[in-house]
Each structure stands twice: as structure tokens, then as C-alpha cells.
């Protein structure tokens, strides 16, 4: 994961989430010391590289393994040069593949674009290393660099499945799909964001008497006042209606996309609440959102909340690209990011641990009703939910937990003989 250097209230709260992250991480029996990456300020350590590896029989049959760091396609991204300058070593090479000639969309070549499948094997076909899934703009026809798909497709063992990210801002697939462990014979379960659970939360709550429950409970930060919505404000946002009715059509699609390919059943889905708000209506319509300074998870260092918050003003727009306000025209497609904090944005810990970024929803008889929903949503799917507080660090710069971390896959099994 990356800690971002320098100092102030950002570089506090980031330092803080080091520390639970490790907590974590340490509970939940990794006794492997974290890395982190802090020499560029570059905070999105999912995004700009992709841990893969190379395995195969040697001597005598014994297996040989060796990581490769897939740095993101984006040449002009210095935070992958750390991966060079502190990861290379035995046993750990780098390597990146991208095509500057190609007009490509820079957020798509993030790696929290790159995700996997776990093994399987259908319709006459077999993954035994599993099958990378990327986001692509179908809307658009934009899609992440073309030198990456063919460098994972001449590998001999992927076929890279593109699912359809044009309704959300950043357009990675780790936004709205996972894939979690399972004892069953297929061996794992997707976990999807339920939009229209998260509505039906708030319409619960709403129909019991809590309308005018504070939406968020986060605290404020010293100087700058917490967010002041309430569960009847948000409902009342044709907006944010009309944003997750699009999010749930979109993501009802996708899974029709992996269940066509791998064979995975409605039974095999984890449904996790979550709710997307248009990136316009934080500066526009939000006006309490907290603007903390740092780098976005669309590129550049402007807060994510504009300053100019009137009616009429510049308003954010996904496509302006560098984290920056731009013009009043709508994009195309109304694009989203996560406006309570993105569960399935988490980090799996373990086969039956899964950290989840804090949800700081409404509370209502003393209970967070979100957190209480993703727990539950987990819990039936065998696993232990624990969570850490990413709503400065890495929600408002649309992202979560996910984003500002990654991992090393266990290579120890042989996947030839799956």
C-alpha cells in the first residue's frame, strides 16, 4: 500500500490508516511486514501496478516461482518507477507494456481495472490460472490499452473479459465486483453492489420514522463541518434515484456477462448494499462534503470537491480527466462513484476474513444500518467482517480501502495440475 509523504491533517489521517490497516492485517494471522510506497505522493497503490507470477515444474519437479509486477500502462504515472527502484529483486521482476501512439483512456489502465476470475472451467473451456476481467466504455467504444490485453492473451492461458464500467467515473471493475471464497465445488461466489438494497435501506429506515436521520456519520474534520444530508434529502434527489436504478440495470448486465461465461448461478451471488451518486452532484447539489487535498483516482491533484459550490458555476464532470472542475455540458453518460463508501472495494484477508472500508451511514437505534447490512451480506457468505476508515484518505477521491492497497497472491499451488 502506499503512504503518501509531507505533512498536514491528510498525511495524519493517512498515517492513522496505515496503522489500523496493519492492525488488520496482523489480527488476522499475516505476519509479513507491510511495504509501502512513499516516494512519489502517488496514494493508489492497486492502481498503477498488478502483481502477477510466473510458475513451472524445474529440477526434479520441484515448482519454480517467480513474481512479476505488471506496472500500469501510463507511462507518465512516477509512481510505478518505486516498483523498479524497491520491489525488483530475486525472484521479482517488473515489467510494463503500453503503446504511446495509442489514444487510450488513462483511468481505464489503472490496475483496479485488472481483476481475476478465479479457476474454472466452462462451456468446454478451462481457466486454471483463472481469467482477467477488465472495465471498458461500451457506450464510448473506449477500452484499456490494447499492449496489456495482448501481452495477457499471448500468455497461452488468458482470455481478457471485458465488462461494461461506462456508467461510473473511474470505470474500474473493482467498483461494483469480487470474487470471495466459497466450500463449494466451484470453489468461490461473486460479490456484486446491491444499489437497490442500499435504497431499500434508506426507505426502510425512512418508513419507521428516521427521515430525518443525518445520511452520514462521519465526524467532521477540525475547521470543516461533517457532511449534513439526511436520509430525506437523499431520497428526495431525483438524481440519486435516477443514478442507482442505472447503477443496478448496468450492474445486472455485467453479471449476465459472467454467468454466461463461467456458469455461476444466482445462488452463487453475494448481494452487497452500496449506493453511486453522480460526481457533479458533490460540488453542485452536496455542498457539505469536506474537500481534502489530495490526488484523485482520476489523475491530478485537485480536491475532489470544487470550491465553487453556486448553482451555475463550473460543475465536476468524470471526463475533464484531470480531477479538476470543468464545463457545464453533461457527459454522454451520467457517470457515478461510490456515495456511501464502497464495500466491495475491500481487501480479502484470508479465506474467511474480509476487510471493509467504514461505512459511516445512518445510525439508527445506535447501529449503523449500512455496516449492519454488509456485515450480514458477508457473514452469510462465511465470512469475518472487520473494517477500517477510508472517508478522507480514499473515499472522497472516489475509491476505498481496495484502491489504496495491494497484495500478493498465494503461488504456492501448482495450476497445471487443476
Not at 492497486?46 to 500502462?73: C, H, I, K, N, W
Request: aromatic share 8%; hydrophobic share 35%; proline share 6%.
Amino acid at each position: 500500500m502506499t503512504k503518501v509523504p509531507g505533512k498536514g491533517q491528510w498525511e495524519r489521517l493517512q498515517q492513522k490508516f496505515v496503522e489500523e490497516l496493519g492492525k488488520e492485517v496482523r489480527r488476522a494471522g499475516i505476519d509479513r511486514p507491510l511495504i509501502t510506497f512513499d516516494t512519489y505522493g502517488d496514494p493508489w497503490a492497486q492502481d498503477f501496478v498488478e502483481p502477477a507470477y510466473v510458475s513451472m515444474t524445474g529440477t526434479d519437479g520441484r515448482r519454480q516461482v517467480m513474481r512479476v509486477m505488471l506496472r500500469s500502462a501510463q507511462p507518465d504515472r512516477e509512481a510505478g518507477r518505486e516498483l523498479f527502484e524497491k520491489v525488483r529483486g530475486r525472484n521479482v521482476g517488473v515489467v510494463q507494456a503500453f503503446d504511446r501512439s495509442a489514444p487510450e483512456d488513462w483511468t481505464l489502465n489503472s490496475m483496479g481495472n485488472l481483476e481475476t476470475i478465479p479457476p474454472y472451467a466452462h462451456g468446454g473451456r478451462s481457466y486454471p490460472a483463472g481469467r482477467v476481467i477488465q472495465g471498458w466504455r461500451k457506450d464510448s467504444g473506449e477500452k484499456p490499452s490494447k499492449a496489456v490485453r495482448t501481452l495477457l492473451a499471448s500468455q497461452g492461458l488468458q482470455d481478457p473479459l471485458l465488462l461494461d464500467t461506462s456508467w461510473l467515473g473511474v470505470g474500474h471493475v473493482d467498483e461494483f465486483v469480487q470474487f470471495l471464497p466459497a466450500d463449494t465445488p466451484r470453489g468461490w461466489r461473486v460479490g456484486v453492489a446491491d444499489p437497490r438494497g442500499g435504497l431499500e435501506l434508506l426507505r426502510t429506515a425512512q418508513r419507521a420514522g428516521h427521515g430525518g436521520t443525518k445520511m452520514f456519520s462521519v465526524p467532521g474534520l477540525a475547521g470543516q463541518p461533517a457532511p449534513k444530508e439526511t436520509i430525506d434529502k437523499a431520497l428526495a434527489s431525483r438524481n440519486l434515484i435516477a443514478d442507482n436504478e442505472t447503477a443496478a440495470r448496468r450492474i445486472a448486465a455485467n453479471l449476465e456477462i459472467l454467468k454466461r461465461e463461467t456458469g455461476v448461478t444466482d445462488a452463487e451471488i453475494v448481494r452487497v448494499p452500496a449506493l453511486y451518486t453522480r460526481e457533479s452532484e458533490m460540488a453542485a447539489e452536496g455542498g457539505d462534503e469536506v474537500p481534502v487535498p489530495r490526488l484523485t483516482r482520476l489523475g491530478g491533484r485537485a480536491p475532489l470537491v470544487d470550491a465553487l459550490r453556486e448553482r451555475g458555476q463550473q460543475k465536476w464532470t468524470a471526463r475533464d480527466g484531470a480531477g479538476s472542475p470543468g464545463g457545464t455540458a453533461a457527459p454522454e453518460t451520467v457517470m457515478t462513484s461510490a456515495y456511501v463508501p464502497g464495500a466491495v472495494n475491500g481487501v480479502l484477508l484470508g479465506r474467511d476474513r474480509y476487510l471493509a472500508p467504514r461505512q459511516w451511514g445512518p445510525v439508527v437505534g445506535g447501529k449503523d444500518i449500512f455496516t449492519e447490512a454488509v456485515n450480514a451480506a458477508y457473514r452469510r457468505a462465511g465470512l469475518k467482517v472487520s473494517s477500517v476508515d477510508d472517508w478522507y484518505t480514499y473515499h472522497l477521491g472516489m475509491g476505498e480501502v481496495h484502491c489504496g492497497t495491494n497484495t500478493l497472491r498465494d503461488a504456492s499451488a501448482a495450476w497445471w495440475r487443476r
